[in-house]
C-alpha cells in the first residue's frame, strides 16, 4: 500500500475532498440586538440584529460561502409561538434583507416554535396523558404556517426541526396550496434528544421551561428509529434529509443516505464548543481537528455540512489550495 502514500501520488487519490459549496454557515437573527452581540458559550459567534444580517451573509458570500440556516429570536414570546408566523417577523426581515442584497446566497430557514414560545417547545403544549407536553396536530398547523411565511418572504428552503410526526407532509401540502411548490423542505429528520445543543439554547434563547424534548426527539441508542424517521419524512416530501447532531452519529448518515435523498449533517454547537475550547487551551490542533470532522461527515455520505466553522474552514480550503 505504500508505493500510494508517495507525496506526489496521495492527492490524485484522495476519495474525498471539502468544498466551499459543501458548507452551509448557520447564522442567529435576533430582533432585541442594536449590535453583534457574541454569544459566550460559542467563542466566535454572534447574534446579528436584522439590519446588519445581510452584512455578514455578504462576508461569507466573499469567502465562498454560499448557503446559510437562519434562526431567529424575536422580541416577543407567547404561548402559541404568535411572532413565528409575522410577516414583519425577525426571520421573514432578514430574508428579504439578505435576498436583497446577497441574491447569490441560498437561505434555508429553520421552522419551529422553540425560539418563539415562552415556555421553550418546539410546539403548542396541552394536556397529554403523560402530563403537559407538545400537542402534535395543533403543532403541525403552526408549523405550515410558520413555513409559508418564510417561503413568502423569499425563502429557498424551509427547515422544519420539531420532529413532529406529519411535519413534512403538512408543510408540503401547505406550500403546493399557497403557491410556493418551487420552495424545497430540509427537514432534520433524524434529530436526537442530545446534550450537545446546550450552547445553541443560549444563542437562540430556547431552552424549555419544563420537562425535556424526549417525546419527540430520538434516544441517541435507537438506531432503527432514527432510519425510519427519516424514511416517513422521504415518503412525505422531505428535498434534503437531516441527521443531527453530526459527529457522535455519522452511522446514522451512512445508512441515511442509502435512501437516494440528499443528506445533510449538523455539527451542532456543543461540537463547535467542545472543539473551540480545546483549540483555545492548546490541547488540540483546532484547523485539523475541524477539518478532518468535516471530511469524515462527507466520507460517511454527508452532501451538506452545517456548521459554525464554515467561514473558518473556507479560509483553510483557501490554503490547502
Not at 437562519?70 to 404568535?82: E, Q, V, W
Not at 413565528?84 to 425577525?90: C, I, R
Not at 471530511?295 to 483553510?316: Q, S, V
Request: charged share 20%; with cysteine; hydrophobic share 45%.
Amino acid at each position: 500500500m505504500r508505493r500510494l502514500r508517495t507525496r506526489l501520488i496521495q492527492p490524485l487519490l484522495r476519495e474525498q475532498t471539502l468544498r466551499k459549496t459543501d458548507l452551509v454557515a448557520p447564522l442567529f437573527v435576533d430582533e432585541n440586538a442594536s449590535r453583534p452581540v457574541p454569544i459566550p458559550s460559542m467563542p466566535g459567534q454572534f447574534r446579528y440584529p436584522p439590519e446588519m444580517i445581510a452584512g455578514a451573509v455578504q462576508r461569507l458570500s466573499i469567502k465562498g460561502i454560499k448557503a446559510v440556516l437562519l434562526f431567529g429570536i424575536p422580541r416577543n414570546k407567547d404561548a402559541m409561538a404568535s411572532e413565528a408566523v409575522n410577516p414583519s417577523g425577525v426571520v421573514q426581515q432578514a430574508v428579504r434583507a439578505i435576498k436583497k442584497e446577497v441574491p447569490d446566497v441560498m437561505i434555508a430557514t429553520d421552522v419551529c416554535a422553540c425560539e418563539y414560545t415562552d415556555h421553550g417547545h418546539c410546539g403548542i403544549v396541552g394536556d397529554t396523558p403523560c402530563g403537559l407536553d407538545v400537542l402534535n396536530d395543533p403543532s403541525l398547523e403552526l408549523m405550515a404556517r410558520i413555513a409559508v411565511s418564510h417561503a413568502e418572504a423569499g425563502a429557498d428552503l424551509v427547515a422544519p426541526s420539531c420532529m413532529l410526526d406529519g411535519m413534512v407532509g403538512m408543510i408540503r401540502w401547505a406550500l403546493d396550496d399557497a403557491g410556493y411548490a418551487g420552495t424545497g423542505i430540509m427537514s432534520y429528520s433524524t434529530k436526537f434528544a442530545s446534550a450537545l445543543y446546550g450552547p445553541f439554547r443560549e444563542a437562540a434563547d430556547s431552552g424549555y421551561a419544563f420537562g425535556n424534548r424526549s417525546t419527540y426527539q430520538i434516544h441517541p441508542g435507537n438506531a432503527r428509529e432514527a432510519v425510519r424517521e427519516s424514511e416517513i419524512d422521504a415518503m412525505e416530501g422531505a428535498d434534503i434529509l437531516m441527521v443531527k447532531p453530526g459527529g457522535f452519529y455519522l452511522d446514522l448518515v451512512a445508512e441515511i443516505a442509502g435512501l437516494g435523498l440528499p443528506v445533510a449533517v449538523y455539527q451542532v454547537s456543543g461540537e463547535y464548543a467542545m472543539i473551540r475550547a480545546a483549540g483555545e487551551r492548546g490541547w488540540i490542533d483546532e484547523k485539523m481537528i475541524v477539518m478532518e470532522s468535516l471530511i469524515c461527515a462527507k466520507r460517511a455520505g454527508a452532501d451538506l455540512i452545517i456548521t459554525y466553522f464554515a467561514e473558518d474552514a473556507a479560509g483553510w480550503i483557501d490554503e490547502e489550495q
